[in-house]
Protein backbone atom coordinates (compact mmCIF):
# COMPACT_ATOMS: atom_id res chain seq x y z
CA UNK A 1 0.00 0.00 0.00
CA UNK A 2 0.90 3.93 -0.44
CA UNK A 3 3.31 5.14 2.49
CA UNK A 4 4.05 8.74 2.85
CA UNK A 5 6.43 9.41 5.66
CA UNK A 6 7.80 12.83 6.88
CA UNK A 7 11.02 13.10 9.14
CA UNK A 8 13.30 15.62 9.75
CA UNK A 9 11.01 17.95 12.49
CA UNK A 10 12.28 19.42 15.77
CA UNK A 11 12.67 22.35 17.71
CA UNK A 12 14.77 25.48 16.59
CA UNK A 13 15.70 29.32 17.30
CA UNK A 14 14.16 31.78 15.37
CA UNK A 15 16.28 32.94 12.56
CA UNK A 16 17.62 28.86 12.31
CA UNK A 17 16.82 26.55 9.92
CA UNK A 18 15.43 23.01 9.23
CA UNK A 19 15.25 20.58 6.69
CA UNK A 20 12.35 18.55 6.45
CA UNK A 21 12.36 15.09 4.50
CA UNK A 22 9.36 12.96 2.58
CA UNK A 23 9.72 9.70 1.98
CA UNK A 24 6.88 7.81 -0.44
CA UNK A 25 6.51 4.09 -1.28
CA UNK A 26 3.59 1.79 -3.06
CA UNK A 27 3.31 4.99 -5.77
CA UNK A 28 4.68 5.93 -9.29
CA UNK A 29 6.69 8.61 -7.90
CA UNK A 30 7.21 10.59 -10.86
CA UNK A 31 3.29 10.97 -11.54
CA UNK A 32 2.87 13.51 -8.64
CA UNK A 33 3.49 16.80 -8.07
CA UNK A 34 4.64 16.74 -4.51
CA UNK A 35 2.79 19.42 -1.86
CA UNK A 36 4.20 20.35 1.39
CA UNK A 37 1.34 21.70 4.15
CA UNK A 38 1.06 22.68 7.55
CA UNK A 39 -1.76 22.73 10.00
CA UNK A 40 -1.67 24.56 13.50
CA UNK A 41 -4.54 23.36 16.05
CA UNK A 42 -7.42 25.05 15.60
CA UNK A 43 -6.66 26.29 12.00
CA UNK A 44 -7.00 24.97 8.33
CA UNK A 45 -4.01 23.05 6.86
CA UNK A 46 -2.64 25.43 4.77
CA UNK A 47 -0.36 24.94 1.54
CA UNK A 48 3.46 25.75 1.88
CA UNK A 49 4.62 24.65 -1.55
CA UNK A 50 3.88 22.42 -4.27
CA UNK A 51 6.63 20.88 -6.98
CA UNK A 52 6.18 19.02 -10.07
CA UNK A 53 7.14 15.80 -10.98
CA UNK A 54 10.25 17.59 -13.03
CA UNK A 55 10.95 19.80 -10.40
CA UNK A 56 10.93 22.69 -13.25
CA UNK A 57 7.84 24.47 -11.88
CA UNK A 58 7.45 24.94 -7.25
CA UNK A 59 4.87 27.22 -6.01
CA UNK A 60 5.02 28.78 -2.60
CA UNK A 61 2.82 30.44 -0.39
CA UNK A 62 3.61 34.12 0.15
CA UNK A 63 4.09 33.84 3.98
CA UNK A 64 7.62 31.36 3.06
CA UNK A 65 8.87 32.86 -0.51
CA UNK A 66 12.37 33.40 -0.29
CA UNK A 67 12.44 31.15 2.83
CA UNK A 68 11.45 27.65 2.03
CA UNK A 69 12.36 26.12 -1.31
CA UNK A 70 11.35 22.05 -1.61
CA UNK A 71 13.26 20.11 -3.93
CA UNK A 72 12.79 16.28 -5.04
CA UNK A 73 14.95 13.17 -5.63
CA UNK A 74 12.96 11.11 -7.91
CA UNK A 75 14.95 8.49 -7.94
CA UNK A 76 14.93 8.08 -4.04
CA UNK A 77 11.21 9.02 -4.21
CA UNK A 78 12.40 11.68 -1.64
CA UNK A 79 10.66 15.07 -0.95
CA UNK A 80 12.72 17.45 1.05
CA UNK A 81 11.68 21.02 1.92
CA UNK A 82 14.80 23.43 3.31
CA UNK A 83 13.31 25.79 5.71
CA UNK A 84 15.36 29.07 6.41
CA UNK A 85 15.25 32.10 8.37
CA UNK A 86 12.50 30.33 10.34
CA UNK A 87 10.28 32.30 12.27
CA UNK A 88 7.85 31.67 15.14
CA UNK A 89 4.58 31.57 13.58
CA UNK A 90 6.59 29.08 11.06
CA UNK A 91 5.37 26.53 14.32
CA UNK A 92 3.08 24.22 12.97
CA UNK A 93 2.49 20.43 12.10
CA UNK A 94 4.53 19.87 8.77
CA UNK A 95 2.64 17.64 6.21
CA UNK A 96 3.75 16.30 2.78
CA UNK A 97 1.24 15.29 0.60
CA UNK A 98 0.98 13.06 -3.21
CA UNK A 99 -0.53 15.38 -5.32
CA UNK A 100 -3.38 13.76 -7.74
CA UNK A 101 -1.90 15.04 -10.56
CA UNK A 102 1.72 15.17 -12.20
CA UNK A 103 1.62 19.20 -12.25
CA UNK A 104 0.92 22.02 -9.68
CA UNK A 105 -1.90 24.31 -10.01
CA UNK A 106 -1.69 28.43 -9.08
CA UNK A 107 -2.51 27.45 -5.41
CA UNK A 108 -1.80 24.67 -2.88
CA UNK A 109 -4.91 23.24 -1.96
CA UNK A 110 -5.40 20.36 0.49
CA UNK A 111 -8.10 19.22 -2.20
CA UNK A 112 -5.57 18.57 -4.73
CA UNK A 113 -3.35 16.07 -2.17
CA UNK A 114 -4.50 12.05 -3.04
CA UNK A 115 -1.96 10.10 -0.30
CA UNK A 116 -0.82 12.16 3.09
CA UNK A 117 1.39 11.45 5.33
CA UNK A 118 1.55 11.72 9.25
CA UNK A 119 3.28 14.70 10.01
CA UNK A 120 6.60 16.56 11.64
CA UNK A 121 6.12 18.68 14.03
CA UNK A 122 8.33 22.14 13.73
CA UNK A 123 8.71 24.46 16.64
CA UNK A 124 10.52 27.50 16.39
CA UNK A 125 11.46 29.16 20.03
CA UNK A 126 11.88 33.01 19.97
Known amino acids: QVQVVESGGGLVQAGGSLRLSCTAS????????MGWFRQVPGKEREGVSC????????RSADSVKGRFAASRDNAKSTLYLQMSNLKVEDTAMYYC???????????????????WGRGTQVTVAS
Open 26 to 33: GLTFEDHA
Open 51 to 58: IDWSSQTE
Open 97 to 115: GAMKKPWCDLRIPTSAVEY
